[in-house]
């Protein structure tokens, strides 16, 4: 038995149904961040949408909190080959709050932003996925500073880098434009089931 076939031995074939092609399942949650975690004061935490909006809109920590709440059972897939199956998130759907700063009709893309400057781009057909959350808690406790918290975003059905750590702001925007990840040679997209690994793959 080679790495990869005792690997797969240790596994259900339902688990290994939901590990897309060229991905090793973890049990710990490994930390992947590409600088030091932002000092993030809750009393001055805001987080807004902006751009191509009718309404910029924004609310205080103690705002995100009193929204309805949702949570999801889903599984994250780093680029460096890593999942983690069945993680439970907690927060604010996606649809909550997007429609609350009135899009205009031409978006099409949009830019997450974070504290301490990351960013990473989604279409907004993507963006708008069912399991798309903005989370404060995982596996039920407060997301911790190394995950993202206060507040990160979750889509799970890219790969993890969309998952903006310390998300602040949701830029909408006509037409589309790389973030962090992207402009160093990350995939454009990044879909896990096709390997939209690198940009020119
Ligand atoms: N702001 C910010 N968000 C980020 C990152 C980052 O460096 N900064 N890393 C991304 C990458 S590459 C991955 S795999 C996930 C890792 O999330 P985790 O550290 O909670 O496992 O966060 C993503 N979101
Ligand atoms: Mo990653």
Redesign the pocket.
Known sequence: MDAVERHRSRYTPEELKRLPPGQVITQK???????PN?LIDLAAWRFRIFGAVAAEWSVSWEEFRALPRVSIKTD?H???RWS?LGMTWEGVSIHEVLGRAKPLPETRFVLAH???G?T?NLPLADLLDDEVLLADT?DGAPLTP???GPM??VAPKL?????????NALELMPSDRRG??ENYGYHDHGDPWTEERHSGD
């Open positions: 949650w490994p930390v992947l961040s590409a600088g932002p994250m780093c680029v460096t983690r974070s504290y301490g990351y990473t995982a190394d995950h993202g990160r975003l790969y993890a880098w969309k998952s903006a750590k310390w998300c962090f990840w």
